[in-house]
Nanobody
Framework: QVQLVESGGGLVQAGGSLRLSCAAS????????MGWFRQAPGKEREFVAG????????LYADSVKGRFTISRDNAKNTVYLQMNNLKPEDTALYYC?????????????????WGQGTQVTVSS
């Protein structure tokens, strides 16, 4: 069982930065690939970024490539999403998710555990 709690969301102007954190409970955090997803009002949940259990592999949606960076600290049971050069279209509820897998999955159905989400709002 893994419990996930996101933090770090907020209101920021376009071009600004935010760093999201996702704290995980459980001693097997390092066995899980982690992902960040987002969902804007009226839209489906979409994959943003993923990282392998050891942190050696990462994957990004084209829309955030070059602006967002996912990382993890297994000693702290935490995964991060550094978001730079934010745009109004990045406004969404951001979720972290855990998948007991050695590969990074880009579909929400592939993740077993989810946090409650943290709101990111980017003003123009």
């Amino acid at each position: 069982q893994v419990q996930l709690v996101e933090s770090g969301g907020g209101l920021v102007q376009a071009g600004g930065s935010l760093r999201l954190s996702c704290a995980a409970s459980g001693r097997t955090f390092s066995s899980y690939a982690m992902g960040w997803f987002r969902q804007a009002p009226g839209k489906e949940r979409e994959f943003v970024a993923g990282i392998s259990w050891g942190g050696s592999s990462t994957l990004y949606a084209d829309s955030v490539k070059g602006r967002f960076t996912i990382s993890r600290d297994n000693a702290k049971n935490t995964v991060y999403l550094q978001m730079n050069n934010l745009k109004p279209e990045d406004t969404a509820l951001y979720y972290c998710a855990a998948d007991y897998s050695i590969v990074i999955v880009t579909t929400s159905e592939g993740y077993e555990y989810w946090g409650q989400g943290t709101q990111v709002t980017v003003s123009s």
